[in-house]
Nanobody
Framework: HVQLVESGGGSVQAGGSLRLSCAAS????????MGWFRQAPGKEREGVAA????????HYSDSVKCRFTFSQDNAKDTVYLQMNDLKLEDTAMYYC???????????????????WGQGTQVTVS
């Protein structure tokens, strides 16, 4: 049973920073593709960033590139999304997702992920 537990959301002023965490079950973390997705009210779920945990290879959407950084702590089976220079349009529910590292499909497409966390709200004002 794969578990993904997010934390770190909250409210911040524009230009500020937040760090999201996602703790994963150990057996999926060691060879997984993990992603962060977000969904604002009335909008489709959007892929923000992804990382291959066996090689720390990252991908970012154009909307967050150079502002967000995806990292991992192998000792804690946890990934982090450092979000800097937050903008009003970053306001959304953020979800952590995971899939086996060898799975195919674009890493920022939510349809390609099997496991999801419960979400954490990020509000920028």
């Amino acid at each position: 049973h794969v578990q993904l537990v997010e934390s770190g959301g909250g409210s911040v002023q524009a230009g500020g920073s937040l760090r999201l965490s996602c703790a994963a079950s150990e057996y999926i973390f060691k060879n997984a593709c993990m992603g962060w997705f977000r969904q604002a009210p009335g909008k489709e779920r959007e892929g923000v960033a992804a990382i291959y945990t066996d090689a720390s290879i990252t991908h970012y959407s154009d909307s967050v590139k150079c502002r967000f950084t995806f990292s991992q702590d192998n000792a804690k089976d946890t990934v982090y999304l450092q979000m800097n220079d937050l903008k009003l349009e970053d306001t959304a529910m953020y979800y952590c997702a995971a899939r086996p590292g060898g799975a195919s499909g674009w890493v920022l497409d939510s349809e390609n992920y099997s496991y999801w966390g419960q979400g954490t709200q990020v509000t920028v004002s």
